[in-house]
């Protein structure tokens, strides 16, 4: 039999209702389109209506075309033929939008005659951040609605605009209540339906003017965004697109939108890209937990230190509405975090992405202490004090004395034992990690660190306030460094080993910056400050890293680490640190030697992939896709190449066998290549599915 379409339609005297009812977000799926083809065509043959109104039940105008689909046989008939069915259409088409009309969604209110929306509703044209340029007519559309200008802006950054923004540029014709949508549509087609003829946007010319006009206007766009595209395929598709919607006829430019867009969907970039948009949905889910587990309210926050972690963390709740009881040891400390919390506030409003007034709204949530008691009142705290298990141990003892019953106690922890730290409370169930990511206040990450004992709903309520506060939350066993900082200290190792063995510094670094990386393992460490852990008293000149300490260069912070820092903080190799780490090199008895930038990769990542599936063997991680999900948001793995699992995959799990086969010796007595590993490569299957 037919299965129930998810389009419906209901004639209303002169008017046509054309309904999609298709949750959660009315995805352009192939019945979806299928019923917005044949609605149109049924609307048209009956001589009784005058106009038609597309709408959406449920939460959101349609979402954009449905991802799942993208990669199997296209079923007919496709979206761009819908639209311009519906433009077709002899009787006026009005679209009435809520929510999200984002991608094919905002492509078909785009072949809309007229277009409604409620004040709450964002339109946008988001597919670059999936790879891919608008595929139903949106760059050439969208350039003849609201200028090329404009258009470039909204399809190259993906970003949506509000409905406001949207009436201003003429992308929406009229605003309507928020609750009363339908009837601004339906006042809007009777105001219409008399008029001899409607505005069709692939005919009009008025609004491309002023690009024709000025033909350096997308070169000047390719320079300015330079280093948002950097390494993309998707953006220049994008700019080639609205530039042909300027310069070509329609039906020309549409040809050309196809051809780019089918380059580009059946790429690398765009297959890892969306594995990247569903890998963030599904870290939320937790094995063996039902998704309606209750959860804890979190209303007031606690947190212990406000050092570099502390400070950060505390933005986060902060900057969401939750007010947050900070204590520190000492008074020095506490102003001293407190100020630069307030600098990073002000800085943020200077940049215009924040209103000075709520730099002192968020400010006033904060309740500065050294009363430990204070945290009493505290539903959730999160410890951010000194990486030292005695002092942590201390700290929980305490915490559980003075937390209120049923109060989640977490630590920031990098690298230490949360079993070890729980079990110094007598509420294990209630203690658990909240790893986040330095600068916390904006990286995206958060692990959620599971111990033996930690009850589901405390799990739960965890992975709930991270989303509430903006991170993606992933969820992590216990063990050293958990899954983003052991799969780091397994890079680390190489790039340490192979200092020794010839290759420089800067190589090593930028072997991972071509790769896309946003610095390497050198870079990093003089950015976070050599001297972390180091003891001027003890040192004993055994690494590279305690002899640059010894000799004053311990990072950025001094102007010199394992690079001379410039004024502004840019970078260039050191003669110094070359003689240093020669001299090293030889009392190692190792022979310098070259080295290729493929062959430095090979041996910094394929270790990090092989101790990535150790983590998943061991069931720390509780997919693949989590794992790439850790260093996108908290180590800016670069997203076109979908993490280092699904780059894996990408390029072959054997080859990556192959290649740690092949370095051998060279990767450390105590390298070990996981079971999962070679059994993946043998099977010829991948990590992600
Ligand atoms: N296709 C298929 N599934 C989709 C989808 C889409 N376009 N958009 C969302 N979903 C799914 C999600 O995977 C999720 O599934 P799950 O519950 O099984 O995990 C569910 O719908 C709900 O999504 P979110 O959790 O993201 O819900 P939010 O309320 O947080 O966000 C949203 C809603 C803003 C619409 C967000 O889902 C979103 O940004 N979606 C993608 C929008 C997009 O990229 N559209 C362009 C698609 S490409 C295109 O249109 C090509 C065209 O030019 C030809
Ligand atoms: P930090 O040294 O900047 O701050 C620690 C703060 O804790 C100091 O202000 C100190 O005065 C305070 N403190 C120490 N003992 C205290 C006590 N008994 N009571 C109250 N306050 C006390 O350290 P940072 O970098 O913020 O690190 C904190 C924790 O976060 C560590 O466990 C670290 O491993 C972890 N972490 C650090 C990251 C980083 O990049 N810096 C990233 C992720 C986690």
Known sequence: GMAMSPVSTRKDGKLFW?????????ALGHGVRAGLAEAIAKGNADGGVKAIIIACEGRTFFAGADITEFGKPLQAPGLPEVCDAIEASEKPVIAAIHGTALGGGLEVALACHYRVAVPSAKLGLP?????LLPGAGGTQRLPRAIGAEAALGMIVSGNPVGARAAHAAGLVDKLAEEDGLRD??????KEVMDRNTHPVTSRREDKIRAAKEDPGLFDRFRKDNARMIRGLDAPEACIAAVEAAVNIPFEKGTALERELFMKLVTGDQSKAMRHVFFAERTAQKIDGLPKDTATYRVEKVGILGAGTMGGGIAM??????????M????????DRGVAIMRKNYERSAAKGKFKPEHVEAAMGRLNPTLDFEALGECDLIIEAVFENMDLKKDIFSRLDQVAKPGAILASNTSYLDIDEIAAQTRRPDHVLGMHFFSPANVMKLLEVVRGKE???AVLATAMAVGKKIGKVAVVSGVCHGFIGNRMLAARQEQANALLLEGATPWQIDDAL??????????QMADLAGLDIGWNPDTTSSSTVREVLCEQGRRGQKTGKGFYDYGEDRSRTPSKEVEAIIAD??????????????GEIRERLIYPMINEGAKILEEGIAQRASDIDIVWLYGYGWPAWTGGPMFWADTIGVGRVLSGLERHGKALGDDFEISPLLKTIAEDGRRFNG
């Not at 597919?127 to 790879?131: A, C, D, N, S």
């Open 316 to 325: 986060n709740f902060l900057t969401a509405g939750i007010p947050v009881t």
């Open 18 to 26: 054309i309904i999609s009812d298709n949750p959660p977000v009315n």
């Open 327 to 334: 204590v520190e040891r000492e008074q020095a400390a506490l």
């Open 184 to 189: 601004a549509a339906a006042d809007l087609a």
């Open 127 to 131: 597919e670059v951040k999936l790879g």
């Open 454 to 456: 930690t009850a589901p």
């Open 584 to 597: 090293f090199a030889r009392k190692s008895g190792k022979t310098p030697r070259d080295f290729t930038e």
């Open 513 to 522: 910056t071509s790769f896309g990386m946003p610095m390497g393992p050198f």
